[in-house]
């Protein structure tokens, strides 16, 4: 492959990024419309679409303020062209890696670009992106693990009165006729975990969610919907449980 071909791959792959991010970005937009408004809402995406549309929008925070949407989108494409040529340039250099040896011992040399095949590139790109999907993976079930545990720490010390953890904010709201009342939690309760919060479609197995929760049952009393989220800002994590019949999931969490 030639570096004209390389250009060539780089633009068609950075265009398609593109491409396919503005067209995931309007059931987003969408949504955040509806919930802003109180209006009935489509679904929320899921999680590895919303990843995506964050990975392809990323240049954006380099972006000088106050582009329009058509400059916006010929300076993540790109930025995208720059970061996916680099990275073809380094797949076209291993694909030319030649290991050899005589009688003077081994040897690497590097082959012509003339030489270096499609498949040799195609079988690359397959190798990091089941690297990738690994590694995501891999973050994904630590997240998962951490907000779990982030959510029974805040439960027993909110049950016991002891102070939460350091960086989790409670909150748990129950309806007592017309009125929002914060309360503690009880000491037993059982779990049900909604999966669909984090995420069950088959590509949100290799991106980290955004949010996770499920059901509380108390012995006495309401269900509780619950989440737990992490707090960009801060760095530390949000656990908030209300009355089931207080108001929607969708209405009350935005993104």
């Known amino acids: 492959m030639t570096a004209r071909h390389l250009l060539f791959v780089a633009f068609a792959i950075a265009l398609a990024i593109q491409a396919a991010a503005m067209l995931t970005l309007g059931p987003l937009t969408d949504w955040c419309f509806c919930a802003i408004t109180q209006l009935d809402s489509p679904p929320l995406p899921p999680p590895y679409v919303q990843r995506f ?10 972006a000088p303020r106050g582009l329009g949407l058509p400059l ?7 930025a995208w062209f720059l970061a996916v040529l680099v990275v073809l340039h380094g797949m076209a250099l291993a694909a030319r890696l030649r290991v050899g040896g005589d009688g003077r011992g081994a ?32 973050a994904r079930d ?3 693990s951490e907000a779990e545990q982030v959510f029974y720490a805040a439960m027993s010390a909110a049950s016991t009165g002891r102070p939460l953890p350091p960086g989790v904010g ?16 009880g000491p037993r309760f059982s779990v049900d975990v ?16 955004f949010r996770y929760g499920g059901w509380v049952r108390f012995p ?18 949000n656990v908030d449980l209300y009355d089931e019949n207080l108001f929607s999931r969708d209405r009350r969490h935005r993104g």
Do not use: K
Request: charged share 20%; proline share 7%.
């Open 194 to 209: 909604d999966p669909h919060l984090a995420g069950d479609h088959f590509l949100d197995r290799f991106v980290v969610p």
């Open 220 to 237: 006495s009393g309401p269900r509780f919907e619950f989440t737990v989220w992490p707090e960009r800002l801060t760095g530390g994590w």
């Open 72 to 78: 916006v989108f010929a300076y993540n494409l790109a």
């Open 142 to 144: 630590r997240w998962l």
């Open 53 to 62: 549309i964050q990975m392809a929008f990323a240049p954006d925070e380099w």
């Open 170 to 185: 409670f909150s748990m709201v129950e309806r007592r006729g017309r009125e929002d009342v914060q309360v503690n939690p």
């Open 107 to 138: 040897y690497v040399r590097l082959a012509a670009p003339e030489r270096v095949r499609a498949w040799q590139m195609l079988l690359l790109a397959c190798a990091l992106t089941g690297v990738g999907a690994w590694a995501g993976a891999m």
